[in-house]
């Protein structure tokens, strides 16, 4: 089969059959579907590195807001959860690049004792206009009203406010592909040609494989914080020997065999590749501090940094960290996890600055959902918009994006039991993303089926 053939068969398939395809209309579709992102299509390299905090993350006490007026609404809404005006960080908008609401917003400093510094990294990288703030951010098929989500007259995501059916949904942004391709997995089908020569996917993941990244056109990368984990056949006992050289062989007989013999070779051979790289270049001079995500954040520096050697001129990034699941414990708990994702994504922006490709790279995070405005007592509860950080030399930093909700239980926002409507959808955040990492404005409905449902295609925040 032919490489146009299989992208169209493939795109299509994704699409859910013949009633999407009527529907965005046959031949704007072939057109689309069957355009190569050839070997000559990019002259630069891009990077995009997804930044995904388990469990729910509580943007509401990340991204407060700090004037007099706005923090008494936000005092009174979150009640047990507000967090001190003392433990604020404030933020400088850059001219014109205030919140939609007119307040003043804040980062959280620190309000535990395990953690000091708070988010002072990424309050340092948004003054200094390296990043920028995209607010209520959520799983969307088109806009939602209040009316329309308590009279059940809008489409919705499947299974709202479930974590594992909120990870998938973002991360794949759609409902109707049988087989799950991620955004990400689908954007590296199709770019798959421009990596001529590529010795790993497009697609890397750290430690486990990503809903993100998944594709129809090959294999995620799964590479460890450490490197690639070899498989060192010189230290296993006979029979695990034995079982190798059997694989070694390439004389197997049945079908699956063969297809397991080649996916362990090609896993052999990746990893050889990726550790003769790194093991090659000399280490990085930029200090990362000592957390789980930090270690993610290194590893993907030094594979761009031998970015060369393994023949890249795309690649999307999936790194991640858990514990934001806060329905209790909010005020000690979370402080520590973003003192730790502001202080890697910080070291992760000044290692890209060392290796000179801080306008190349581009960090942003993805969570479940926001969480409710109400407070349970000690915690928040599953809610649905949450605010979001994009950075990166490329990034329009220093300014707010989207609409930041009102914080107000029971307001025009809450969709009931304080869980905030998100104004705007992933799509629209993954599309502006995707349009800088080079795909086509006009094939951005093929991975994005539900684009056309909101009025702004480029929320503006990539340059």
Same mark, same amino acid.
């Given at each position: 089969m032919k490489r146009r053939e299989f992208l169209r068969n493939s795109i299509c398939a994704a699409l859910g059959g013949a009633g999407l395809y009527s529907a965005l209309g046959n031949l704007r579709l072939l057109e689309a579907a069957t355009r190569a992102y050839g070997p000559t299509a990019f002259d630069d390299y891009?990077?995009?590195?997804?930044?995904?905090?388990?469990?729910?993350?509580?943007?509401?006490?990340? =991204?407060?807001?700090?004037?007099?007026?706005?923090?008494?609404?936000?005092? $009174?809404?979150?009640? $047990?959860l507000a967090v001190p005006q003392s433990a604020l960080?404030? %933020?400088?908008?850059?001219?014109?690049?205030?919140?939609?609401? *007119?307040?003043?917003?804040?980062?959280?400093?620190?309000?535990?004792?395990?953690?000091? =510094?708070?988010? &002072?990294?990424?309050?340092?990288?948004?003054?200094?206009?390296?990043?920028?703030?995209?607010g209520n951010v959520g799983t969307l =098929?088109?806009?939602? $009203?209040?009316?329309?989500?308590q009279n059940g007259t809008a489409p919705l995501p499947p299974q709202l406010f479930s974590h594992n059916d909120q990870q998938s949904y973002w991360q794949v942004s759609r409902s109707d592909d049988g087989r799950n391709l991620g955004w990400g997995g689908r954007i590296a089908d199709l770019l798959h040609d421009a990596n001529p020569g590529a010795f790993i996917p497009m697609t890397v993941s750290l430690?486990?494989?990503?809903? %993100?990244?998944?594709?129809?056109?090959?294999?995620?990368?799964?590479?460890?914080?450490?490197?690639?984990?070899?498989?060192?056949?010189?230290?296993? +006992? *006979?029979?695990?020997? $034995?079982?190798?050289?059997?694989?070694n062989s390439k004389t197997q007989a049945h079908a699956m065999e063969r297809s397991y013999a080649a996916s362990f070779h090609r896993a052999r051979e990746n990893a050889s590749a990726v550790g003769t790289a790194l093991e090659s270049s000399p280490p990085l001079a930029t200090p990362f501090p000592d957390n789980h995500l930090a270690g993610q954040l290194k590893m993907v520096a030094r594979l761009i940094k031998v970015r060369a050697e393994l023949g890249m001129k795309r690649q999307i990034y999936f790194v991640s960290m858990g514990g934001f699941d806060h329905h209790d414990g909010l005020l000690s708990g979370q402080p520590v996890l973003l003192a730790q994702l502001s202080r890697a994504v910080k070291a992760f922006y000044d290692a890209t600055v060392e290796l000179g =490709?801080?306008?190349?790279?581009?960090?942003?995070?993805?969570? +479940?959902?926001?969480?409710?405005? &109400?407070s349970n007592g000690d915690g928040s509860d599953h809610g649905w918009g949450g605010?979001?950080?994009?950075?990166?030399?490329?990034?329009?930093?220093?300014r707010f994006y989207g609409t930041m909700p009102k914080l107000q239980n029971g307001g025009v926002d809450d969709a009931g039991w304080g869980q905030i409507i998100p104004t705007t959808?992933?799509?629209?955040?993954?599309?502006?993303l995707a349009r800088w990492f080079g795909v086509a404005d006009t094939d951005l409905d093929l991975i994005f089926p539900n684009l056309g449902n909101f009025n702004s295609r480029n929320l503006g925040f990539m340059t």
């Open positions: 891009k990077a995009m590195v997804c930044i995904f905090m388990f469990g729910g993350n509580d943007a509401l006490n990340m =991204v407060i807001p700090r004037d007099a007026s706005h923090y008494s609404q936000y005092a $009174t809404a979150r009640a $047990t960080l404030p %933020l400088t908008p850059q001219a014109g690049g205030g919140a939609s609401d *007119g307040a003043d917003y804040a980062l959280q400093a620190s309000t535990s004792a395990e953690e000091t =510094v708070g988010m &002072s990294g990424l309050q340092s990288l948004f003054n200094n206009g390296k990043a920028a703030i995209l =098929v088109r806009p939602v $009203t209040k009316a329309e989500f430690n486990f494989e990503s809903g %993100l990244e998944r594709s129809a056109n090959g294999n995620q990368y799964v590479v460890g914080n450490d490197g690639p984990r070899y498989f060192n056949w010189f230290e296993w +006992d *006979g029979d695990r020997r $034995t079982a190798y050289l059997k694989l =490709v801080a306008n190349n790279v581009t960090a942003f995070t993805a969570s +479940d959902f926001g969480r409710t405005l &109400s605010h979001h950080f994009v950075v990166g030399g490329a990034v329009r930093g220093g959808s992933v799509d629209q955040y993954a599309a502006t």
